[in-house]
């Protein structure tokens, strides 16, 4: 992109002073597409990390990433900073193939935690004093490690039926000898928003500990990912990651990274057709979220929810017109879009009009019904607080770090697409609580409609012979053996990431996905311990979680 | 609102008085139609009680509240305002697996959630039916060649109907759910076959290398499923 030449020289200063930073810990040069990277000893994991947070400012772990080379393992830190996400640096981590052990990172960032349990989980690499090192994604007695070289994925596996432990038993007692119970809530469960499994501890009333159980729906999409051609098979998946309607939020988080590291350029008119398709995406995401929240709150099946549903239908509507489908859009293509809007081009542009030009009075209507409401208010107001150190420490993203205060947005702060030629806010609040996340997204669908009636004014006036939606691609994408990139976009939830290795072929030789669900969602028990249990629903329902990303 | 404007007044010459004459003297014509006239004077039927059973199960169906994947969107939007599956008799989700007869399973199961689904399917009370929707319900669709995902409900409940789409809209549901009512009036139903995935006791498995080799951490007693990928379509 013509954006990076610009800027690097400024990179080449910062890397001198990175080296200068890490000097004694670098045993080698990596270099990513997108960062520069620093290989280290699997044991100064810590030393090197902490080091980059507290006196290079990159204060947030983006990522991390497992692979299974034939000689070595590797985990990867992606590092940036919440101020300027465009700064990066890679943490290279390599292993040996016997014994891959290394030094877990989840003393500096506590979202390591979880990342380095998938790592484990589902490429093999073990984490030095990590605090609770188990399979996160698949059952506990799964045999192997499904993305690792030698894995043989026709062995028969076993999984166990168990009942969770009596909450009688002495054992489920706390240190204080208080009373407390055992609640087991989901998988099954109308307020987990899918399939999720939350072990809650009680005391009396009280949530004193909660732990999150996921892995109920893991489908295997970056192996999906792997096995699929990079111009036309990968991206059907993203739409099913983040699937509450987003689709084309995700379908650009794969389309900017397959781009960048193939270096395809994609004309202006597809960026403003892409633009607006995801923020109608991210319309519908956030009517739906909004709605089940209130659902979660006062269990109303009725008003809010059919109202919500009602506004999503229309959303819906439009995207139907332009893509062709419902849900599932499938809808990018690698250097543009499949097709240029639907005919006749008018009929569309008033339908989308009328659907952003009524936005506003409809929003007032959920300002009534939702966030005026006092019951509501009583319930949110200083429920789930996240305060925004806690929130950064775990790597939270999207709404749910705008709530915290955290003025970060990847549309405007790493700009892609049209973003950044058009005028719209990113709505910021600092209350750390639920109701601060609700109002964030409220305050969203409004900065969304901004955009979309900027672009269809743009489109509308686009002269009608340079209409044009697709860049020239090579019918093989074959991109260069070991060039990687890791490239992330702001998704309706948060930042939504894709690390690629390409190998040569026409398949990628490790995709990973950074979801950002996956990262909110484990910050739940900073939220919720010690509050009421329908706190804790209330919390989880503003955090928005999908699991189809959460698992993947 | 001003004083002087005049109150609203039903004008009755302009009413269709008719209807309502025949509203305040008993059944209205409307009512009348060729079966109740064949009926004569006595309003009664025979029928089997197991035919008006049936009639009555299929009009009124309570579904499971059961969401798993990118289906079960869709699915939520059949409840909703514009599809609106009440109006099929088949409206009201139930949270409880033990309030409601029909399960539609919205999704792809994968290995770790596959026993937990068939126990909310036990848990519902007898006659239960179950509606797939979409293609990861009936083969594992999209995912179908990943390593933990199960190729189909079917492995593991037994499906009445199927609804294929990824994801159906909400109509093709709609439709789907239609025919299952058809289907529970006529008093048919799904022979319930076997599946290659039950629950089985770990003790009375065959002890081959892997039940070995988790001797040392399941319980004789735990159930299990044992997947065999290689085995299942
Ligand atoms: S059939 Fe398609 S839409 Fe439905 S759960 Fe499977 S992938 Fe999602």
């Not at chain 1, 709605?291 to 549903?309: E, K, Q």
């Not at chain 1, 300002?367 to 150190?389: A, F, K």
Request: charge should be negative.
């Amino acid at each position: 992109m013509s954006l990076q030449e610009e800027e690097t020289p400024e990179i080449e200063a910062d890397e001198s002073e990175l080296e200068a930073l890490l000097d004694d810990l670098v045993v080698d040069r990596d270099d990513h597409m997108n960062a520069p990277a620093f290989v280290i000893r699997p044991d100064s994991v810590q030393e090197t990390l902490g080091r980059l947070k507290n006196e290079a400012g990159y204060d947030h772990l983006s990522l991390v990433t497992a692979e299974e080379y034939p000689d070595r393992y590797e985990s990867i830190y992606h590092l940036k900073k919440f101020d300027d996400p465009t700064d990066e640096v890679s943490v290279v981590v390599p292993t040996d193939a016997e014994n891959p052990v290394s030094e877990s990172a989840e003393p500096v960032f506590r979202t390591a935690d979880w990342h380095e349990r998938e790592a484990y989980d589902l490429v093999g690499i073990e984490y030095d004093d990590h605090p609770d090192l188990r399979r996160i994604l698949l059952p506990e007695t799964w045999q192997g490690h499904p993305m690792s070289r030698d894995y043989d994925q026709d062995r028969p596996q076993m999984v166990p039926l168990r009942e969770h432990a009596n909450p009688l038993q002495e054992d489920q007692r706390s240190d204080a000898d208080s009373d407390t119970m055992f609640v087991n809530i989901g998988p099954h469960h109308p307020a987990t928003h899918g399939v999720l499994h939350l072990e809650t501890t009680l005391d009396g009333e009280q949530v004193i500990d909660v732990e999150p159980d996921i892995g109920y729906l893991h489908r295997n999409e970056e192996q999906m990912a792997q096995n699929g051609t990079y111009r036309h098979q990968i991206m059907p998946y993203p739409d099913r990651w983040d699937y509450i309607s987003a689709g084309l939020l995700n379908e650009w988080a794969y389309a900017r990274a397959a781009e960048d590291l193939a270096d395809i350029q994609v004309p202006e008119y597809a960026q403003v057709i892409r633009t607006m398709g995801a923020e109608l995406c991210r319309i519908a995401a956030h009517m739906l979220a909004v709605g089940t929240f209130a659902l979660d709150i006062y269990g109303d099946f009725t008003a809010i929810f059919m109202y919500a549903i009602r506004d999503r239908e229309k959303a819906q509507n439009i995207l139907e017109d332009l893509t062709g489908q419902r849900l599932m859009f499938n809808y990018f293509r690698l250097g543009g879009v499949v097709w240029d809007l639907p005919e006749p081009r008018d009929e569309f542009f008033q339908k989308t009009r009328e659907f952003v030009d009524e936005l506003p009075d409809l929003l007032e209507e959920y300002h009534d019904l939702i966030t005026g409401n006092e019951i509501l208010q009583m319930r949110t107001v200083d429920t789930g607080v996240l305060p925004t150190e806690v929130a950064k420490n775990y790597g939270a993203t999207g709404p749910v770090a705008r709530g915290s205060g955290i003025d970060y947005d990847l549309r405007r702060d790493d700009p892609y697409g049209y973003y950044d030629e058009l005028d719209w806010e990113v709505p910021v609040e600092d209350g750390c609580d639920n109701f601060s996340r609700l109002l964030v997204r409220l305050r969203e669908v409004e900065e969304s409609a901004k955009i979309i009636e900027q672009c269809v004014d743009i489109l509308e006036d686009w002269p009608e012979d340079e209409r044009n939606i697709q860049a020239n691609v090579p019918r093989t994408l074959r991109p260069e053996d070991d060039k990687e990139i890791y490239r992330t976009v702001e998704g309706a939830k948060g930042e939504l990431g894709v690390y690629i290795r390409a190998d040569g072929t026409e398949k990628p030789a490790r995709f990973k996905i950074r979801s950002p669900c996956f990262s909110n969602l484990q910050t739940l028990p900073e939220m919720s311990n010690g509050e009421y249990i329908p706190d804790m629903i209330a919390a989880l329902g503003s955090l928005d979680i999908v699991l189809g990303e959460v698992d993947r | 609102m001003s004083s002087e404007r005049e109150l609203f007044r039903t004008d009755d010459a302009k009413v269709q008085t008719d209807t309502r004459d025949a509203r305040m003297s008993g059944q209205g014509d409307r009512f009348n139609s060729k079966l109740r006239e064949a009926f004569g004077s006595s309003p009664f039927i025979l029928t089997k009680f197991d035919k008006f059973m049936n009639w009555v199960r299929g009009s009124s169906m309570f579904m499971l509240q059961f969401g798993i994947a990118c289906c079960s969107i869709e699915m939520m939007h059949t409840y909703a305002v514009k599809h609106d599956l009440d109006r099929f008799h088949a409206g009201v989700p139930r949270a409880s697996p033990r309030q409601a007869d029909v399960m539609i399973v919205p999704g792809t199961i994968v290995s770790k959630f596959a026993p937990r689904m068939k126990r909310v399917y036990d848990q519902m009370p007898e006659p239960k039916f179950v509606v797939g929707m979409g293609s990861c319900t009936i083969s594992g669709g999209p995912f179908q060649e990943g390593y933990n995902v199960i190729k189909g409900a079917e492995e593991v409940i037994p499906v009445d109907i199927h609804v294929p789409g990824c994801p159906p809209r909400p109509e093709a549901l709609v439709y789907g759910v239609a025919k299952l009512q058809e289907r529970i009036a006529n008093g048919e139903a799904s022979p319930v076959t076997v599946k290659p995935y039950e629950l089985e006791q770990f003790g009375d498995l065959e002890r081959d290398e892997i039940v070995d080799e988790l001797a040392s951490e399941i319980d004789e007693e735990d159930l299990v499923m044992r997947y065999n990928w290689a085995d299942s379509p």
